[in-house]
């Protein structure tokens, strides 16, 4: 039982380590042995998600405005996402941590975070699309 | 001496002294009979029977094990909403799945403080699976591009 538990947080721990060495180290953009989104290879628009392993590159190597250039919702969240887990692994948290729970991730925070997710890909579109043709002008113009 | 009747609903018992009546267990709700009284009447509405329920204890009211007050629920932990993990799946791999993990998080906090315990559980469940299989989804689409990739560079494309 604690053996085990031991062997798998030795394997995630090395896992995370070596993706975190590899996305350091390479520019996911442009880079084959990186594994591209369905959504945006079907569609050819971006999902909420898409610049998520440009974003880590950035951040892993401490540049904060590119990683928010690439994917702003995931280098904004970071911090949200550390409280949650941190609220998660509380075991028997107090009254006041409830309460604060229950602000930051009760129901109408998570209608809030799903209207953020959904308007954010949304309007990511409507930018790159409005990109794209002022791209298409210009290369027509030339 | 006052002959006391009592009534099943389709037998009637009687006739009976008062001291006779107090034995038979009778309860408030137990139609009862006597010759000023003219019709059947619950024992618990006649004033001269009241002291024969003394002893009886109220009717117990079952506390429900699934619905508890607010203030109670104010107080303890919800199950695992994985909203966290829901948002790091959309985030990174598999959109729809993440999007429906979120929904299942936010009914795990709505029935929770409705005080629908076993539902909280039961979308907890849900919210998991969703979680989990795009989890894996998303590694292997992740493994299997990087295979196909590998080969097709080992092949000499």
């Known amino acids: 039982m604690v053996f085990s538990k031991i062997l798998k947080w030795s394997i995630v721990i090395i896992v995370v380590t070596i ?4 996305y350091r180290t ?3 953009s442009g880079n084959i042995y990186f594994p591209k989104c369905p959504f945006r290879e ?7 998600g898409c610049g998520s392993q440009r974003a880590v590159h950035y951040l892993l190597n401490f540049d904060i405005l590119n990683a928010t250039k690439e994917n702003a919702i995931l280098v904004l969240s970071l911090p949200y996402i550390l409280t949650g887990l941190v609220f998660d692994l509380l075991k028997k948290p107090n009254g006041e941590i409830l309460k604060w729970r229950k602000r930051l991730f009760g129901q109408k925070a998570i209608f809030v975070i799903l209207t953020i997710i959904i308007a954010f890909w949304i309007l990511r ?3 790159y699309c409005q990109q794209s043709v002022a791209a298409i002008r210009v290369s027509v113009v030339i | 001496m006052k002959k006391y009747f009592y009534t099943d609903g389709t037998n009637n018992f009687g006739p009976f002294t008062l001291e006779e009546l107090r034995e038979k267990n009778i309860t408030r709700e137990t139609k009862v009979w006597f010759q000023e009284l003219g019709e059947w009447k619950p ?3 006649v004033p ?23 203030e109670n629920l104010n107080n ?4 695992k909403t994985w909203l966290v993990e829901s948002i790091l799946v959309t985030l990174f791999c598999c959109l729809p799945f993440g999007i429906a993990g979120i929904v299942n998080a936010s009914k795990v906090e709505s029935r929770f403080y ?4 076993d539902g909280a559980n039961r979308s907890s469940e849900e919210a998991k699976k969703w979680t989990t299989v795009s989890f894996w989804i998303g590694l292997a689409v992740g493994v299997i591009y990087l295979i196909v990739v590998i080969a097709g560079a080992a092949s000499g494309f």
Request: aromatic share 6%; with cysteine; charged share 15%.
């Open chain 1, 19 to 22: 993706l975190a060495i590899l």
């Open chain 1, 26 to 28: 390479y520019n996911p």
């Open chain 1, 42 to 48: 079907l569609t050819g628009l971006k999902c909420p």
């Open chain 1, 125 to 127: 579109n409507i930018t």
């Open chain 2, 43 to 45: 024992a618990g509405t």
């Open chain 2, 48 to 70: 001269e029977l009241t002291d024969i329920f003394k002893l009886v204890p109220p009717p117990i009211t079952k506390p429900n094990s699934n619905f508890n007050s607010m």
């Open chain 2, 76 to 79: 303890q932990k919800p199950p």
């Open chain 2, 114 to 117: 409705a005080g629908d315990i």
